[in-house]
């Protein structure tokens, strides 16, 4: 059983293209997160999020509490955006992450 | 921009050696928390600690897990006596109030 399903798992998108992934959960959450692991294993928080939408640079996470859905975008895509995407929760006694999107940008 | 820092970078251990991994978190940051990955798979919640003491922990961190803040600074992780399971990246993060700042992680190889 997943708590946290993202999709798609695998991405290719052409430069500029506008790019959504989407993470699904079905536990209560205190908060959402969304990490970037770059190739050599290194995590980067992007996002912690309980509510409504957060923006950074190019980046925007959105979430539903209701609907549990929530949405990471990233807007004019970028060869260094090339990375594994993973949405993790925090149910305030837990951790669960999803199995992460694949992004691959192509110049 | 301040950095959770983790050492080793890669440890290799025989199996049924203890193993002490070490992070150093961001100063001012009060809770602290231990993820693993093994290859190829999802990250794990191991467990977390703030006020020098455990608030939560999976049911991967039997018996055989230990954590502590020695001094203050440093937060470690101890495996007391490994398995060929226990090959995984292990990742150190912190945070204060908003987002989290994960180290670079240790690769624990047990052969």
């Known amino acids: 059983k997943n708590e946290v399903e993202q999709s798609p798992q695998n991405l290719t998108a052409q430069e500029g293209e506008f790019i959504t992934i989407n993470c699904s959960y079905s536990v209560g959450i205190s908060a959402l997160h969304w990490l970037q692991q770059h190739p050599g294993g290194g995590i980067v928080s992007l ?6 939408k957060k923006k950074h640079g190019r980046l925007i996470a959105t979430i539903n509490i209701q609907e ?28 669960y992450f999803g199995t992460g999107t694949s992004l691959t940008v192509i110049p | 921009e301040p950095e959770v820092t983790q050492t080793p970078s ?11 991994l070490r992070c150093v978190p961001i100063s001012n ?22 006020n020098n ?7 991967i ?26 090959s995984a990246m292990y990742f150190c993060a912190s945070h204060l109030n908003y ?10 190889t047990v052969v």
């Open chain 2, 99 to 108: 987002g989290y700042t994960f180290g670079s992680g240790t690769r624990l």
């Open chain 2, 61 to 86: 961190f039997d018996d055989q897990f230990s954590v502590e803040r020695p001094d203050g600074s440093n937060f470690t992780l101890k495996i007391r006596s490994t398995k060929l399971e226990d």
């Open chain 2, 29 to 50: 940051h009060l809770y602290f928390y231990w993820y693993r990955q093994i290859l190829g798979q999802k990250v794990e919640f191991l467990v977390s600690f703030y």
């Open chain 2, 10 to 20: 890669h440890q290799v251990t025989q199996m049924g050696q203890e193993v002490i």
């Open chain 1, 68 to 95: 549990k859905h929530s949405s990471l975008h990233i807007t004019a895509s970028h060869p260094r955006d090339s990375a594994v995407y993973i949405c993790a929760v925090n149910t305030g006694n837990q951790f």
């Open chain 1, 47 to 52: 996002f912690m999020l309980s509510s409504g």
């Open chain 2, 53 to 59: 003491e455990i608030s939560e922990k999976s049911e």
